[in-house]
């Protein structure tokens, strides 16, 4: 089993900046893939941001090209995800995810994650 413990989430006004932290521990040697995924109420879960932890490749959502980056800290079992120029748009809860699948380009299709956060509130006003 793998656990997932976000932080780093909260209110900020249009234009700034977060950063979010997502903790692993457990049998993290088993994971390939990592993400991020954001979800608003009434709507489906959106990938984001995902990561290949073999050799740092990267995916991300169109929405947030140029303006999130996806990193890892392998030594510290840590996910994080900085988020600049953020929008309102981008107020969410947000979700990180591990999983086993080879996902060589990283990947932001939530079938291929097995691990889920219990996820961080990002609020950005305008």
């Known amino acids: 089993q793998v656990q997932l413990v976000e932080s780093g989430g909260g209110s900020v006004q249009a234009g700034g900046s977060l950063r979010l932290s997502c903790a692993a521990s457990g049998y993290t040697n088993s994971i390939n893939c990592m993400g991020w995924f954001r979800q608003v109420p009434g709507k489906e879960r959106e990938g984001v941001a995902g990561?290949?932890?073999?050799?740092?490749?990267?995916r991300y959502a169109d929405s947030v090209k140029g303006r999130f980056t996806i990193s890892q800290d392998n030594a510290k079992k840590t996910l994080y995800l900085q988020m600049n120029s953020l929008k309102p748009e981008d107020t969410a809860m947000y979700y990180c995810?591990?999983?086993?699948?080879?996902?060589?380009?990283?990947?932001?299709?939530?079938?291929?994650?097995?691990?889920w956060g219990q996820g961080t509130q990002v609020t950005v006003s305008s």
């Open positions: 990561i290949y932890t073999g050799d740092g490749a990267t």
């Open positions: 995810a591990a999983g086993w699948k080879y996902c060589p380009v990283g990947s932001i299709r939530d079938t291929t994650y097995n691990y």
